[in-house]
């Protein structure tokens, strides 16, 4: 994939990977995420977990984009303010040179490639009118050329057994025999105690008696798939559990139960929640809440999704609008086992 090609969703997130780890972990760490309403539940959790697990490239690969772009915002705001004041009267618009010239002259003061890097991906992912000359920059400097983003590939299935190595196999069966050669050398003569009957030999005669009627594990557990969620009928003539959505989390504008009297004016919060159902028009979830109540229980996938704290799932379904709604908002997908335990 060339740069020129890359989209503005691309060019935010390998920015990132170009910047260097410490230059991102001090920016981030200057940022206060408890207890802020100001900073929304998509862009706050993501950015809490990178304070806590410094892990910087996962975080620029698999992140929501908000967060990530929020991110670069805060890292490209100083030399940003440098170029407009470079630019001058051409700040809006600038050529190709005009821009070129204003790059050298922060670079001349002091300004690292990690500055202009975020300045260039930030501009792009904002699809600023210079955006093409950003572009042309990161192409033909190669100080500033950006990393190719890693491709993450998922385990199908959490039930694939696991493959040994068939000289690792015939090695452990040659220790084992000798093993017993030597325990037979030092008694001088073998043991006396008779050997134990073999339970396998039994089990593999009474699979072959019934080849119809029994099946391995793993084939029982794929043939029993997900499982159907109960609908009431008002919620089938809106919803489909077939719904691509379906077994997502994602963060929603859950709407409250009930008017809270202190800011009344406040409907909805965004959190995280789990999709049971959906249709072109809105989507029925169950809010994830990280305080345990009567109507709650555990939510144990919380680590694996990103949450930040032990998370708790609600049993009440509520409907939600789906507009507002893209890939940057879903925070992952519960694995078949993980759907079929929850209660």
Request: charge should be negative; glycine fraction near 6%.
């Amino acid at each position: 994939m060339s740069t020129s090609s890359s989209s503005p969703a691309e060019y935010v997130r390998r920015g990132l990977l170009k910047i260097n780890d410490a230059t991102v972990l001090a920016a981030v760490d200057t940022l206060n995420l408890r207890g802020s309403g100001k900073i929304s539940a998509v862009v706050g959790m993501p950015l809490r977990s990178l304070q806590q697990r410094r892990d910087v490239a996962s975080f620029a690969v698999s992140a929501p984009l908000a967060a990530v772009k929020a991110l670069l915002e805060l890292l490209a705001m100083s030399p940003l303010e440098q170029v407009i004041q470079e630019l001058g009267d051409h700040a809006d618009s600038p050529t190709y040179e005009q821009l070129a010239g204003a790059v050298d002259q922060l670079l001349a003061k002091g300004s690292s490639n990690d500055d202009i890097v975020a300045l260039l991906t930030f501009a792009i992912g904002e699809e600023f009118p210079a955006s093409p000359h950003c572009r042309r920059l990161l192409e033909e400097r190669p100080d500033l050329e950006l990393p190719q983003l890693p491709e993450i590939e998922f385990p199908s299935s959490l039930l694939t057994p696991k493959e040994v190595d068939p000289d690792i196999r015939d090695q452990r069966r040659a220790r084992r025999e000798a093993e017993r050669e030597s325990k037979k050398s030092k008694n001088g003569t073998a043991p006396t105690r008779p050997p134990r009957p073999s339970k396998v030999k039994g089990h593999e005669a009474k699979v072959a008696a019934t080849p119809s009627t029994v099946a391995p594990k793993e084939e029982l557990v794929t043939a029993i798939g997900r499982r159907q969620v109960i609908l009431t009928p008002a919620e089938l003539d809106e919803f489909s559990t077939d719904h691509p959505l379906v077994g997502a989390v994602v963060i929603a504008e859950v709407p409250f139960d009930s008017v809270d009297p202190v800011i009344p004016e406040q409907r909805a919060k965004g959190r995280p929640a789990l999709v049971v159902a959906a249709s072109e028009d809105g989507i029925l979830v169950r809010g994830i809440y990280s305080n345990p109540a009567v109507t709650r229980v555990l939510f144990s996938p919380w680590r694996r999704l990103g949450l930040d704290h032990v998370s708790y799932l609600d049993v009440e379904r509520v409907v939600v609008t789906n507009g507002a709604l893209g890939e940057s908002l879903r925070l992952g997908r519960l694995t078949d086992a993980e759907w079929n335990g929850l209660s």
